[in-house]
């Protein structure tokens, strides 16, 4: 008997040994593979961090962090294990990749053409369009960004939207105070959609936005998912929503050609109307299928970032009384030094905006709306003391910046007067990324964003329902009851 138990001690033994050593071989095999032809040397000066195990990397490590609530438990442990260096080697959407974290190096990478590119994930680029400024050349996207940044933020174009985004705020407003409750999340959505469809498309259709807007919901659930495309997964969701998307988009495309064809086209130039007309150097002009792309970018980007920071905004606000105080008596008294026979806002008053301007900045720096953006080493990078390889991508995390205690005191804390006599270094601020490719609507955005809290502040407030409602934080980060609440009117109109 005592033989028999001994025997099976060690059975249990060597089986366990065995286990561990497979485990080990598992956790140190993404790293043989990927470092295997760098040499010694490189090796030696990559950034410290965990690839992960085969096939998943980090993925799950990371999607786990995010749907808990506690997001910066990813970053925490390279942080707590390898030390705040900036930089962390990770597996990350599928490749090897440095997730940077310090300013410096955030604003280098940013910057530097030269020595990166747009790194997206082929399963991000499978879903916002191959065409789209995710994936085209420097080149290209040198072209196309003058196109259509202009029409979405030149001062003269902004002076032209600001009627129509004033208009329907005020009767939005209206609206959703007769409505009882709402999801606030779920309708500025659908209000900044709408905005970016008459820009683009000069499209008021409520039956193909109310569509489209549907299939962007599914969309942007997978661009942050695994790349499984199988039923039941999110990634497989946001490929059939990209289908319906492009079909919809192309009937667009298809009437408009026919329109200009005949010459039925209105005297209004819209983004369709740009698009079809550009001609590069050897004056080719785009297919269909580059113009659906950039407008299924566009289109997304136009109306996301602005609806989730204009809600977040309203719920500081509402949340924080001596905050909310001030932001109405600046907005009260921009009214009052508005000439009499002045209709709706201008450009002026939005200048004149100094606190609020604060408490959107702020609202971009705690809620960080994009989590991250995709580079690509075009050649071997020396970054703060670390090699970047060739073909690494880069991964930029803007949370990690935007509450760096160094930078920004007690960061978590919504805080609006911290941006009083301060001024973030280059680095140390990055709601539209930087560089070349910055976001190209970051000025119609705060625009649309100043213009719904003007109205907000002087004649509404919102009561939520769930004011402890758990959050999530993929794809973006919002109230898992997309802030169910009521909107009531407390005076009369004053512009």
Sequence with gaps: MEWELSYSKVIVGCLCGLLGILLWVLKNVNGWYYERNLGEKMRKKLPPGDLGW?????????????????????????????????????????????????????????????????????????????????????????????????????????????????????????????????????????????????????????????????????????VRAMAINIPGFAYHKALKARKKLVTTLQSIVDQRREQRRKNQSTTKKDMMDALMDVEDENGRRLNDDEIIDILVMYLNAGHESSGHITMWATVFLQ???????????????????????????????????????????????????????????????????????????VLIWFRSVHFDPQTYVDPKKFDPSRWDDFTPKAGNFLPFGGGSRLCPGNDLAKLEIAIFLHHFLLNFKFERCNPECPLMYLPHSRPKDNCLGRIKRVSTPNV
């Design 54 to 222: 085969p096939f998943l990397g980090n993925m799950w490590f990371f999607l786990r962090a995010f749907k808990s609530s506690n997001p910066d438990s990813f970053v925490s442990y390279f942080v707590t294990r390898f030390g705040r260096t900036g930089l962390h080697k990770v597996h990350m959407f599928g490749s090897p990749s440095i997730i940077v974290t310090s300013p410096e190096a955030c604003r280098r990478i940013l910057t530097d053409d030269e020595a990166f590119k747009p790194g997206w994930p082929s399963s991000t680029l499978n879903l916002i369009g191959k065409n789209s400024f995710l994936g085209i050349s420097d080149e290209d996207h040198r072209r196309l960004r003058k196109l259509t940044a202009s029409p979405v933020n030149g001062h003269e174009s902004l002076a032209i939207y600001m009627r129509y985004i004033e208009d329907n705020v005020i009767t939005t407003l209206d609206k959703w105070s007769n409505m009882g409750q709402i999801e606030l999340l779920t309708e500025l959505r659908k209000l900044t959609f709408k905005i970016i469809m008459y820009i683009f498309l000069s499209s008021e259709s409520e039956p193909v936005m109310e569509s489209l807007e549907k299939e962007y919901t599914d969309l942007n659930y997978g």
């Design 319 to 393: 949340k924080n009384p001596d905050i909310f105080k001030r932001a109405k008596a600046e907005q009260e008294e921009i009214v009052r030094n508005m000439p009499p026979d002045q209709k709706g806002l201008t450009l002026k008053e939005i200048r004149q905006m100094v606190y609020l301007d604060k408490v959107i900045d702020e609202t971009l720096r705690v809620i960080t709306f994009s989590l991250t953006v995709f580079r690509e080493a075009k050649k071997d990078v020396d970054i703060c003391g670390y090699t970047v390889p060739q073909g690494w991508k």
